[in-house]
């Protein structure tokens, strides 16, 4: 048996966990050879391969990034792309591929299993954790603990000069960085896409705030938007989902803050930070489980088939399905946090 | 409604932010008061008491410790315990309990609850995650966090010198820590108390490691055992669970593996510093959920209640049944993580 | 002997170690008291006192920020501004003043000391390493672990993608944060105030960096400029210092290397982050022996004098002279540092 | 020019970045090649090399250990070895010998260039910063670093259960390692090996620290010695100075506390974790620092120095005279962070 495995999308720390994974038990437990395709989908439909075995693997688990490379190449888009990669294939003797990506990658693996017979398994991997089918998502851990770290320090940067503190954190189309990061790092105002805000409400929050003596921290996802529609209008885009997004409105809420409130407002936005190095703990134990039962998935010939989180156990659920349904924050859970808004 | 805490057992990152999340909900949402008892269940039973209201946990969530402080009385053991704790309840005009501990505090919770009519909700803390009830107990994250770490960075001394690093970890009577932290920080060993190792298995895997050219990392729980009786009789103790303990089994198993084959062993303890300073993200946010669902209880007179994980939710479980049996390693599991021995 | 004590500016990492230092050498081994003033300059200006005593600095060793609070009031502009001081430092019985603070804070506490006769003492802080006396702020330290680490999770993600990633980091008039942090973060160019750069160059740089197969890190300081007058005419302002500066500077050289090389440049800012949280042990040990040496300044009647590092030793320096120039990075060891790039 | 690099004794994070700022430099600027030494002199004496140019030297700036190796081989105790020595290199066409490392390592280096005649060039190593010629050795800030990290997390454990916490760090002969990191960490006493304590003095702190309520910090370095002959006679061993020793003072002391005090008293024992993993900003600029002026030593044919840090320079001192003398903390420095105490 031999196995292909590609990396697609934007990167995420523990895709090189997965991989590791995948090979050490492959090849020590059921003698299966690899072959890595380089840069996501773009390897299978050029052709361009690296050599993966255990010597290969060794010393990645702590790395970020992915040894394999990425792409956000679609095969489907391309002219014969279906056949170019059935072709390529078949001239490396692949039997079974296992896919590591997010909704765009695993959508063209659930196609190519499902309609075109090639003999796919995913891996799931967004650090938005926007996933349905899974608890967690690896990387996700780790953006977070990134993202609470700094807020924790601007804590102190905020106090100091009693300022607001708008910090603009990853999440396009769901809230769970925010949410996750503005708890643990103590914010007082948590804004994501799920719920448009309401920039007087915002306001509200920071003075009662000051009034408390202390100095407010508003943690943004890039992806929230306020409930003003004329401000959407003028600086909004449409994204590649269709859904209007203003660039940069962490900036633009602290100038709103600092117009309405009269007090100073400075903006951090965390950017690729949060995505790169190494991975927490929690993301590594998570990714190396995802490869170990990946490649079970492949012994078992399950394929059309994406390992998931659930509870503490991996389980395997159909890609189509997983991949259907953005995961986005529950109003009961955003309700829940808000507790300790303002 | 007067609402009482108190934390007992072993410190644990983590609990600050569950008393932050019980105060901060239960003021706000429900307009309770609180009040603190010092040093777990010394606390109600000898009535001191802290105030405990929002000011009172105010930057409390990043702090490691608990701000009640701790101690391992046990008021059933002591004369006139029950008696005493419910004199001390009724003067304080408190109408119930939230009992942040392991096991044993947990253990005299549910008694006072269900024998004695004290109206008690339990939130479950065991850095070691050995609750059979809940996914996962906050302060592990943060334990496997720092135990990682310092598998990482001990690495990079073992390759320059070759020689064997065996780093012990916490875990009486679960490898939870040594199994998450092993994995995550790349052993080439994993030894824990749930099953008795073989020092001979031990040394083979770390020749071979040797033999390509690598040095070899041993995680070992600190109540891990081998199976070579004879040593267990000559060193070992009974602990407070009956079972036979070796002390300083890292020590111990480092002697053996040098003088079994030859190269260099090194031991490092890790100790308290895994259990003490900031909470991870996830610790964070688990803790500070647990500490808003445990006021949940209280307001639905939900006792003899503790609050659990499973999955992404927070679910109420008898305290009575969720400390009857601890939660160890499944064999299944170890077995899983046993293919990157050696 | 009373003491009053200040903090100015920008905060830094390591203001309360000072604090500290001060308070807790001058109590015990000389019996002061002390008098904490609010908000820099304006808690004189204005009588605004805090409690300074031993209790108060107790844990604050590790917390980034200032318990002074800071503000950038200038008394020397305010009305009145010496004659209200005067009158202050009078009623709280204020014998000596500590000011902590950077050019702007120092060169008031010398025209007070040389001009007014108001006893101050200097400790200097700069995060941006900037001033001419001393070897090292504190605070500079820290700014450079976070700035490195984060440089450290970039390299993965700009790997991942081949993407060349641009870090811009604090700095307006002297490049040292991006200079040790470029270097320690293995950065293939860094662009510092000192030197105007070459976009073409950079590209050049940029370029050789691809064709060995890696993807470049670009570092650049907030103060750093390009050449080519027309761009800094155009988007350019002045600064406080009458020096042109380029807004975004950034994202700017970003968007021209990817105009120039047709490779994909993103950006990240660090912002505030790089100074606030929990001082790195370096800087810890520098600000509290700042502390202590100051107060032995204001033990010894030696006014007008600022501390500072030279090598190991804490030395006196006039704080006039110290604050004169800008310490500002040697030509010389640029071009040292030069070996790494492209 | 062919010039030789090896590096000995302890490993010390930092190792990696000279190298590299050695072959960097050497290549790019000079023309040179370079041939690596497997593990110390045992790679001159045996002839084991490693390829050492650009590729090899990638990505090693933020690892830890060193990738040539490193061991205790001393090869003027070897029969014939000045002359192995010099058969090899010039069997390898080696002009010079880079030789990083410390106290026996340069002071081979030392003989073997005054004596023998033998190119060489020093750059010192050494974790417990105890050489005279220069201000800091790379490795030193990173190990106080983690002590200091692990130290903040040991108080919260102390608070919460009101016991004393004996820290155990690295430092035989000298107790830089305990004075810098007790200092940043908030210790309540420091043990240095300069100067022999009384136990009742640190009994005494402890319990001044208890009386004003909160848990005491002991940081202990591994060869602080009490006054006290008995226990000395009793427990110690000679070491290779001819120093007499307590192996596991940290645990001894703890003892003595808990039966002099009747307070709790845990130790930890920090061991290899300080010496390993990635190196700080701080001595990945030293180090790098101290390859490109080696190189430039090299380059000026200016043998039998080492580079050395005075203040911010690097300068070039006889490697004989900088390793002569040990450089102890003084007396005046302890008594400086002595105010801490109690």
Known sequence: MRVGVLTGGGDCPGLNAVIRGLVRKGVQEYGYEFVGYRDGWRGPLEGDT??????????ILPRGG?????????????????????????????????TIGGEDTLG????????????????????????????YTFGFDTAVGIATEAIDRLHTTAESHMRVLVVEVMGRHAGW???HSGLA???NVIL???????????????????????????????????????????DGTLDSFGHVRLSGVGE??????????????????????????????????????????AIDAVRDGDFGKMVALQGTDIVRVPIAEATAKLKTVDPKLYEEVGVFFG
């Open 50 to 59: 690296v050599p993966l075995d255990i010597p290969a693997v060794r010393g």
């Open 66 to 98: 992915t040894i394999l490379g990425s792409s956000r190449t679609n095969p489907l888009k391309e002219a014969d792309g279906v056949r170019r990669i059935k072709e390529n294939l078949a001239k490396h003797e692949v039997d079974a591929l296992v």
């Open 108 to 135: 063209v693996a659930a196609r190519l299993c499902d309609e075109y017979g090639i003999s796919c398994v995913g891996v799931p991997k967004t650090i938005d954790n926007d996933l349905s089918a899974t608890d």
């Open 177 to 179: 960085i925010a949410l």
């Open 185 to 187: 790092g103590g914010a």
């Open 192 to 234: 994501i896409p799920e719920q448009r805000f309401d920039v007087d409400q915002v306001c509200a929050w920071v003075t009662s705030r000051f009034k408390a003596s202390y100095a407010p921290i508003v943690v943004i996802a890039e992806g929230a938007m306020p409930k003003d529609g004329e401000a959407v209008l003028k």
């Open 252 to 293: 633009w809420l602290a100038k709103e803050i600092e117009s309405r409130t009269g007090k100073e407002a400075r903006t951090t936005v965390l950017g690729h930070v949060q995505r790169g190095g190494t991975p927490s703990a929690f993301d590594r134990w998570l990714a190396t489980r995802f490869g170990l039962h």
